[in-house]
C-alpha cells in the first residue's frame, strides 16, 4: 500500500512560486519578467496556474496594471522570506563546502581590473587558497551564495549584510591632456566649449556622483553629458579626450601618474566614493575571511606607499 501527501498539503509548481514571488518582490509583472529571464506571456501563466489551483486572485489587473491583491502581497511575502532562508542555508553549506579550496571575491569589474586583477597571484602563497574574481558583483550575488566576499560601494547593512569599510576616497575630475589643454582650468565647469561633456556613469554605486554637485536634473547641468554604463567605459572615454570623468584616484593611479590623465580644479567640495568589504553573517569569524581582510589591508597599504592619494 502507498501513501502520498493529501491535496491540501501538496506544493504548487517551483517555479510558478518563484515566478509569484519574484512580481511581489518587484510589484509588478514586467521587472519580475525581466529579472526571472522570462516572457511576460509565460510568467503571466505560472501566475494563472497559482490562482486556478487556489481558486483566489492573486493578482488585481484592473487598471491596466497587474498589482499584488492583499491576499496575494500576503502570500508573496511569505514566499519571498521562505526563499531568502533557502538562498542563506545553500549559501551556508557552499561556504563549509569550499571551505578548503577557493575563495570566491566579487568585485565591481572597475575595481577587479584595476586593483585586484594585477595582484591576484600573490593571494594563495599569502593565505593557501585560490582566489577567483567574480565581476561584476552585487548584493545579491552574496546572498544568494554565488561568491563568498563581495566589494561593494553601498553600505552593508543596508542588504542585511555584515562588512566593513575598506577605503574611501574624494572623487577627482580628470581629463585627457589635449582635452585639459582648452579648458580654462578655473572655471571649466562654467563655459562650454564645442565637444565638452560630462561622462556620467549611471550603474549602481555612481549614479549619484555628477548629481551631487550639479543637481537631479541633468538638462539643468552647465555642461551637456553622456550616459556611460560602468566606470571602464567612462575611463576609455576619458583617455579618448571624449569628456570629462569623475573618477577616484584609486582607479586611475596609474593613469595620473603616467599623465595620460590630468586633475581639473574641484568646482565644490568634492563627493567621496566608498568602498566595503561585505560577507554573510555566516561566514563571521571565518578564518579564510580573515586571511582576505589582511591581504587586502596590505594591497591597499602598499599600493598608498607608492603613490600620493586622497584618503
Known amino acids: 500500500?502507498?501513501?502520498?501527501?493529501?491535496?491540501?498539503?501538496?506544493?504548487?509548481?517551483?517555479?510558478?512560486?518563484?515566478?509569484?514571488?519574484?512580481?511581489?518582490?518587484?510589484?509588478?509583472?514586467?521587472?519580475?519578467?525581466?529579472?526571472?529571464?522570462?516572457?511576460?506571456?509565460?510568467?503571466?501563466?505560472?501566475?494563472?496556474?497559482?490562482?486556478?489551483a487556489f481558486g483566489l486572485r492573486l493578482l488585481d489587473r484592473s487598471g491596466g496594471r497587474a498589482r499584488p491583491t492583499p491576499l496575494g502581497r500576503e502570500y508573496g511575502e511569505a514566499l519571498i522570506a521562505g526563499f531568502e532562508q533557502i538562498e542563506a542555508a545553500t549559501a551556508r553549506l557552499r561556504m563549509r563546502g569550499d571551505e578548503g579550496r577557493r575563495l570566491i571575491?566579487?568585485?565591481?569589474?572597475s575595481l577587479g581590473v584595476s586593483l585586484l586583477l594585477p595582484r591576484i597571484e600573490e593571494f594563495p602563497a599569502y593565505a593557501g587558497l585560490d582566489l577567483q574574481l567574480f565581476c561584476p558583483a552585487t548584493a545579491q550575488d552574496l546572498a544568494q551564495g554565488r561568491i563568498h566576499a563581495a566589494l561593494l560601494h553601498?553600505?552593508?547593512?543596508?542588504?542585511?549584510?555584515?562588512?566593513?569599510?575598506?577605503?574611501?576616497?574624494?572623487?577627482?575630475?580628470?581629463?585627457?591632456?589635449?582635452?585639459?589643454?582648452?579648458?580654462d582650468p578655473e572655471?571649466?565647469?562654467?563655459?562650454?566649449?564645442?565637444?565638452?561633456?560630462?561622462?556620467?556613469?549611471?550603474?549602481?554605486?555612481?549614479?549619484?556622483?555628477?548629481?551631487?554637485?550639479?543637481?537631479?536634473?541633468?538638462?539643468?547641468?552647465?555642461?551637456?553629458?553622456?550616459?556611460?554604463?560602468?566606470?571602464?567605459?567612462?575611463?576609455?572615454?576619458?583617455?579618448?579626450?571624449?569628456?570629462?570623468?569623475?573618477?577616484?584616484?584609486?582607479?586611475i593611479a596609474e593613469r595620473l601618474a603616467s599623465g595620460e590623465l590630468?586633475?581639473?580644479?574641484?568646482?565644490?567640495p568634492a563627493p567621496?566614493?566608498?568602498?566595503?568589504?561585505?560577507?554573510?553573517?555566516?561566514?563571521?569569524?571565518?578564518?579564510?575571511?580573515g586571511h582576505l581582510r589582511d591581504w587586502l589591508a596590505g594591497l591597499l597599504r602598499a599600493d598608498d606607499d607608492g603613490k600620493d592619494t586622497t584618503a
Open 1 to 52: 500500500m502507498t501513501t502520498s501527501d493529501p491535496p491540501s498539503r501538496r506544493l504548487p509548481p517551483l517555479r510558478a512560486l518563484q515566478a509569484f514571488a519574484a512580481v511581489v518582490r518587484y510589484d509588478g509583472m514586467r521587472r519580475a519578467a525581466e529579472r526571472m529571464h522570462l516572457s511576460h506571456a509565460a510568467l503571466s501563466q505560472h501566475v494563472q496556474h497559482l490562482e486556478e
Open 187 to 251: 572655471r571649466w565647469w562654467q563655459d562650454p566649449l564645442p565637444g565638452v561633456r560630462l561622462l556620467h556613469v549611471v550603474s549602481d554605486g555612481w549614479r549619484q556622483d555628477w548629481p551631487s554637485w550639479f543637481g537631479e536634473d541633468p538638462a539643468t547641468w552647465p555642461l551637456p553629458h553622456l550616459r556611460l554604463s560602468s566606470p571602464m567605459p567612462a575611463l576609455s572615454a576619458v583617455l579618448a579626450g571624449q569628456g570629462i570623468a569623475l573618477m577616484y584616484p584609486r582607479l
Open 262 to 268: 590630468l586633475p581639473l580644479p574641484l568646482p565644490q
Open 154 to 183: 553601498r553600505e552593508p547593512q543596508a542588504d542585511g549584510l555584515h562588512g566593513e569599510l575598506l577605503f574611501e576616497q574624494a572623487m577627482l575630475p580628470v581629463a585627457a591632456p589635449e582635452l585639459h589643454a582648452r579648458l
Open 272 to 289: 567621496v566614493k566608498r568602498v566595503y568589504l561585505a560577507w554573510l553573517p555566516e561566514a563571521q569569524g571565518s578564518a579564510r575571511l
Open 105 to 109: 571575491l566579487g568585485a565591481p569589474t
